[in-house]
C-alpha cells in the first residue's frame, strides 16, 4: 500500500474503531510507519486510539509496540497511551510481563514499576531467576528496585552476584540502592571487595542512598587501605557536600592517624564552614602526627574564617616545615587584626623560630600578608636572609616581583645585590621533574626542593594534564601525591606505564598511608606497588636528604 493517503489512513481507522473491527484496524496500523503518515497524522491515529474501550485499545497497542516506530517523540506517546489503559488493571500488566513477545514484556515490566504496581513483584523476582536475556534483566530490576520492598531485595542480591554482565551488575546495584534500608546498606558495603569497576558502582549506590547509616557507612570507607575504594568514597562524599558534614566531624572523635587525615582532607574540599568548629578543636588537642596537623591547615585554606587566626599563628611555627608551608598559606586567605598581630609578635623575635615563619611565607608565596609586614623592619631583616640564603630561584624572582609592585623597589635592588651568583649550570640541571600534587602548597614546596638540588621541575595540580603531558614530553623523573581526587597516584602511574616502563620513566609516590609499605605483608604491599608502576615511596613528612638521596638514586647515570 505505498504512497497511502494520510487522510483516508485516518478515516478508516476511525471507522474500524467505531465498528471494533480488531482484525482490519491492526492490518491498517501496519501502515502508520509509512513515510506518508507523518507525525501529527501519527499523533491523530494514536488519540483515536485513546477514545477506544480498553477491550479493543489494548489489544491494538500490543500490535503496535511490535513495530518499529522510529520516532522518539510518538513512542513516548504511545507508553503514555499505554500508561493510560493500563492504570487499574493489574492482572492485564502482569499477564502481558510473562507473555512471550519481548517488546510487550518489556513495556508491562517498565509500567509496573511506574505503577508501583506490588502485585507483580513476586512474578519480577522469578524473572531475575530463571531469564537469561540480558535488557529483560536490566528492566526487571529498575521496576523492583521502583517498588521498594524489602522483600525483593534478596532477589536483586542474586541478579548481582549470578551475572558477570557489567550492566546487568548495575542495574541490580542501583535497584538495591532504591530500595535502602540498613540490610541494602550492608550488602553494597560488604561487597565492597576491591573491584574496582563494580566497588565504584555500590559507593555511588551508597550516596544515592543518602540516610544517616548509608552517610556513615561511606564515611567510614575513607579508613579502607585500598586507594581506589578509598578515593570513591572521598569524592562522593564531597559531590554529597553539607549533608555529608555532621557524619564527618563526629567520625574523627574515635578516627585513627590515616582515617583523620582523609576525614579532615575531604571536609576541607567540602568547604562547609559547620566543619571548621571540629577542625580547630583537633588543632587545640595538638596532635603529634604532622600529617594531621597539615590535613587541617590545608583545610583551613579552603575554609576561611577569621576564628582560625590563634592555630594559624601556632601552625607558622612548626617545626615541620610542610606544616608551616600550610599554615602559611591559610593564613593568606583567613587575614585578620588579631593573625596580624600575632605574625608580627613571632617576626619581632627575630630567632631561628622567626626565620622559619618567615621562610614558610615566602616560600608558599602568601603574597596579601605581606602589606601587614613590609613595614616591619625584623621582618625585612628576616626576608632578606631567607630570600639570598636559602630559597630557590623562582621563589626569589617571584618575591622581587611582589617588592617591586608594592613599591619597595630599593629592597628589592639590596636583595639582587646580595644574592650570590649562580652557579655554573650543571649536566643536572637539565635533568627534567614532574610533579604533580592536588595540594597548590606541596607543589609549592616540591618546586624549592627540586631547583634547589640542581634539577628543572614542573608542577601539576590536576593528574590528567600530567598524563597528557608525559605523553607529549617524557621527564626524566615523575613525583605523585598518592591521595588526589578523581584520579589518585596509583591510577596517575598506571596509565604513564602504557608508554613507559619503570626504567624509561621512574615514579615515586608520596603517601601520609602508613599502610604503604614496602614489604610483602603490609595492606598495600611491594608486589601491588610494583605492579601500579611505583619505583620508590616517600612518607610524609620526610627530610631534604631523603627525598635528594631518593632521586638521585633512581637518577643514577642519567646526571
Request: net charge negative; hydrophobic share 45%; with cysteine.
Amino acid at each position: 500500500m505505498a504512497g497511502i493517503n494520510p487522510k483516508e489512513f485516518l478515516e478508516e481507522l476511525v471507522f474500524c474503531l467505531k465498528e471494533e473491527d480488531i482484525v482490519k484496524a491492526k492490518a491498517l496500523l501496519q501502515f502508520i510507519t509509512d513515510p506518508e503518515i507523518n507525525v501529527n497524522f501519527q499523533k491523530r491515529a494514536l488519540l483515536e486510539l485513546s477514545k477506544a474501550s480498553k477491550r479493543l485499545a489494548f489489544p491494538l497497542l500490543e500490535y503496535l509496540t511490535t513495530l518499529q516506530i522510529p520516532n522518539p517523540e510518538i513512542q513516548e506517546s504511545l507508553y503514555e497511551l499505554i500508561l493510560d489503559k493500563a492504570y487499574g488493571n493489574a492482572d492485564r500488566i502482569i499477564k502481558y510481563i510473562v507473555q512471550d513477545d519481548k517488546r510487550n514484556r518489556l513495556i508491562y515490566i517498565k509500567v509496573a514499576g511506574d505503577f508501583l504496581l506490588a502485585e507483580a513483584a513476586p512474578v519480577l523476582e522469578r524473572i531475575m531467576d530463571t531469564s537469561i536475556d540480558p535488557e529483560i534483566l536490566i528492566q526487571t530490576a529498575s521496576s523492583l528496585g521502583a517498588l521498594r520492598l524489602q522483600s525483593s531485595l534478596a532477589a536483586l542480591i542474586r541478579l548481582n552476584e549470578n551475572h558477570e554482565d557489567e550492566n546487568i551488575k548495575k542495574s541490580a546495584i542501583f535497584a538495591i540502592a532504591q530500595i535502602g534500608g540498613n540490610a541494602a546498606v550492608d550488602y553494597l558495603v560488604s561487597s565492597i571487595t576491591g573491584h574496582e569497576n563494580t566497588d565504584h558502582l555500590k559507593i555511588k549506590a551508597l550516596g544515592e542512598i543518602q540516610d544517616q547509616y548509608a552517610l556513615k557507612q561511606l564515611a567510614s570507607l575513607l579508613e579502607s587501605s585500598n586507594t581506589h575504594i578509598r578515593d570513591a568514597a572521598i569524592d562522593l562524599l564531597i559531590e554529597i557536600g553539607g549533608k555529608a558534614v555532621p557524619i564527618l566531624t563526629a567520625a574523627t572523635s574515635s578516627a585513627g592517624t590515616d582515617f583523620m587525615v582523609h576525614l579532615i582532607t575531604t571536609l576541607g574540599y567540602i568547604k562547609d564552614q559547620k566543619a571548621l568548629p571540629i577542625i580547630l578543636d583537633i588543632m587545640k588537642s595538638k596532635p603529634d602526627d604532622p600529617n594531621i596537623r597539615q590535613a587541617a591547615y590545608e583545610s583551613m585554606e579552603r575554609i576561611p574564617s577569621t576564628k582560625s587566626a590563634i592555630a594559624l599563628a601556632a601552625g607558622i611555627q612548626d617545626p615541620v616545615e610542610a606544616v608551616r608551608m600550610s599554615a602559611a598559606r591559610a593564613m593568606d586567605k583567613n587575614i585578620s587584626k588579631v593573625l596580624v598581630a600575632g605574625l608580627k609578635n613571632i617576626v619581632r623575635e627575630g630567632n631561628e623560630d622567626a626565620l622559619n615563619a618567615v621562610g614558610a611565607l615566602i616560600d608558599s608565596e602568601a603574597d596579601n600578608i605581606f602589606n601587614f609586614l613590609l613595614q616591619e623592619e625584623a621582618f625585612i631583616k628576616l626576608s632578606v636572609k631567607h630570600v639570598t640564603s636559602k630559597a630557590d630561584k623562582n621563589t626569589r624572582e617571584h618575591f622581587l616581583g611582589v617588592l617591586r609592585k608594592k613599591n619597595y623597589q630599593a629592597l628589592a635592588d639590596k636583595i639582587v645585590q646580595l644574592v650570590p651568583d649562580e652557579p655554573k649550570e650543571s649536566e643536572c640541571h637539565m635533568t627534567h621533574i614532574y610533579v604533580v600534587d592536588d595540594s597548590k602548597m606541596m607543589l609549592k614546596l616540591y618546586e624549592n626542593k627540586i631547583t634547589g638540588f640542581g634539577y628543572t621541575a614542573t608542577s601539576f595540580i590536576f593528574p590528567e594534564e600530567a598524563i597528557r603531558q608525559v605523553y607529549t614530553s617524557k621527564p626524566d623523573l615523575l613525583i605523585t601525591d598518592l591521595n588526589m581526587p578523581k584520579i589518585n597516584g596509583i591510577q596517575l602511574a598506571q596509565a604513564i606505564r602504557k608508554k613507559y616502563s619503570s626504567v624509561e620513566l621512574p615514579i615515586i609516590m608520596i603517601t601520609t598511608q602508613s599502610d604503604v609499605v614496602e614489604s610483602e605483608n603490609a595492606q598495600m604491599s611491594k608486589s601491588l606497588l610494583g605492579n601500579a608502576g611505583i619505583n620508590k615511596v616517600l612518607h610524609k613528612p620526610f627530610s631534604n636528604e631523603e627525598l635528594e638521596a631518593t632521586i638521585k638514586k633512581l637518577l643514577a647515570g642519567k646526571c
